[in-house]
């Protein structure tokens, strides 16, 4: 072989979830940018092999002074077969300021018209879904007023 190069990777669709959210509660400000906390009330998750509620968490935010949004959120996933799942998105939010203006004031806005894009990464101890610890996993996100919606992808 002269040059082989690896595949490129491949999305398979995992699940979509609604996840509600509450008001944001404001830190302040911080060398790197404004920190704030979103708390996960619930929600709910469905796709070819697995359905099930989310659990209340949290989704800790700086934004940045460049308008850049890091997102950490963590919740537990129930599934409707009775595994618990661990979830920890770490994710990037950023758009025109009058967006990202728009967001942040609770008002909705165009899907699409910003970027929102993660890496997350499962725990679960039940072997049906073991799988989902041992592979890449990236999801996109749309937030909307009381709600975040995701799509989560594992590379293949």
Known sequence: MANPQPPAPKLEFIFGARVTVDTPQ??????????????????????????GKVLPGADWQLVRHDGVAELEARYT???????????????RRHGPAEVMAALSAGRPVE???YYFCGSTFFETTDER???????IVICTGQREP?????????VA
């Open 77 to 91: 996933l129930s599934t409707d077969d009775g595994a618990t799942i661990h979830v920890r998105n770490l994710a």
């Open 129 to 135: 879904y073991a799988w989902m610890t041992k592979h």
């Open 26 to 51: 404001d830190l302040g400000a911080f060398n790197k940018g404004q920190r704030r906390v979103v708390p996960i009330t619930g929600g709910e998750f469905s796709g070819p092999d697995m359905r």
């Open 111 to 113: 899907p699409g018209s």
């Open 146 to 154: 009381a709600t975040v919606t995701l799509q989560f992808y594992k």
